[in-house]
């Protein structure tokens, strides 16, 4: 063999070796790129998962510390009652409700008549009770914040009218209208009387929210497991689901005589 194709076959060779360093040095930097993108990834997922639970079970209203002000002519333990009808009137009707639960509307306006007709005569004294279930369920603030508004409206001695428009009004329940301070001023032009400088004040300073929390965290901590609960003298009538207007209104009427 020629000391020239020696040459050639060694050059060759050489090349070769190279081609494959080159390769490896290239395979090297590509599962490189590969770890350290998969690093990056896990701390961005991380740091994702760290966002939402940071922000978990918050609403887009924010923290509500502040100081628990209980609105106007509230009741009971705590100041956590609002109540309707007469003073020492018969039975006392117990409602825990949410602005934004769907079954409280309708025990709403199927009971509604009945309700008002046995206050009115005198026969029958409510305690109304709010919680905010709904917005932990669903997020959103808008049953604190409804709850707060309706606290302002008894300030202002228009709750259950207030109350009233409030469920009529009541968006679907993935719908956080009420989350809306504008949207609860607008509803307060449907009382008369009530949309007025001091409620707007009230309304947009969340000056019960604290009150509704507090509230709501006597339903957490009570054997109740929804709502609507709704209890005749601490018995509850409406779990099994055999109430009907006129039952209550026979019970209501019953325990007057008794």
């Known amino acids: 063999m020629s000391e020239k194709n020696r040459d050639g076959k060694r050059t060759a060779r050489e090349r070769l070796a190279m081609e494959r360093e080159k390769q490896k040095s290239a395979e090297k930097r590509r599962r490189a790129l590969i770890v350290g993108a998969s690093v990056v990834c896990v701390l961005g997922l991380a740091a994702v998962i760290g966002v939402i639970a940071a922000n978990a ?15 106007s002519g509230a009741q009971g333990e705590d100041s956590l009652v609002i109540p309707a009808g007469r003073a020492g009137a018969g039975p006392t009707l117990t409602i825990w409700e949410d602005f934004r639960c769907p079954a409280c509307k309708n025990f709403e306006q199927r009971y509604r008549s009945t309700i008002h007709e046995l206050t009115e005569a005198g026969q029958l004294k409510v305690e109304y009770r709010l919680a905010t279930i709904i917005d932990g369920g669903m997020g959103g603030s808008g049953s604190r914040r409804a709850a707060n508004a309706a606290a302002c409206a008894q300030d202002a001695g228009k709750f259950t009218p207030y109350h009233d428009v409030l469920y009529d009004s009541q968006p679907p329940e993935t719908d956080d209208a009420f989350g809306r301070n504008d949207r609860l001023i607008e509803l307060a032009g449907k009382v008369d009387g009530l949309d007025t400088p001091a409620f707007r004040r009230c309304v947009e300073d969340g000056t019960h929210d604290s009150w509704v929390e507090k509230s709501n965290e006597t339903f957490r901590n009570s054997d109740h497991t929804g709502t609507p609960t709704v209890l005749l003298d601490g018995r509850n009538i409406y779990r099994d689901g055999s109430l009907t207007p006129a039952k209550l209104k026979q019970m209501v009427q019953d325990a007057n005589k008794g």
């Open 57 to 71: 079970g918050k609403d887009d209203g924010g923290d509500t510390a502040g100081p628990v002000v209980a609105p």
